[in-house]
């Protein structure tokens, strides 16, 4: 997550102390920042009973890009194992590799 992100989450939200919103709902990953997680997986932003993500209109790269992480990508394996754990992965609208690519570096 970027700066920009976190404050637009952070406004969404209502909450105007960035560095306390940080400290509530945000972690550090070697060098970058990433939205905390449960212990199952699931971000501090979903919402499980609902089924979906609270902050979906302002959500981060990380999510706006999802499955198509390098991770995910690197094998048919590592798809498999995604659409397993992620049940919206591999249904819907059939995106190429090129497409696939540009989504993945969209700003």
Not at 34 to 43: A, Q
Not at 82 to 95: D, Q
Request: contains cysteine.
């Amino acid at each position: 997550m970027n700066e920009e992100e976190i404050g637009a989450i952070a406004r969404m939200l209502g909450e105007p102390d960035l560095e306390k919103f940080e400290q509530l709902f945000v972690r550090q990953v070697k060098d970058r920042k990433s939205l905390v997680e449960f212990p199952n997986g699931d971000c501090v932003f979903f919402d499980s009973e609902q089924r979906h993500c609270r902050v979906y209109d302002v959500r981060p790269r990380q999510c706006r890009t999802w499955p198509f992480w390098d991770s995910n990508l690197k094998t048919p394996q590592a798809w498999k194992q995604t659409c397993e754990i992620c049940p919206g992965s591999g249904k819907g609208k059939f995106y190429d590799i090129g497409q696939i690519d540009q989504l993945r570096h969209m700003p």
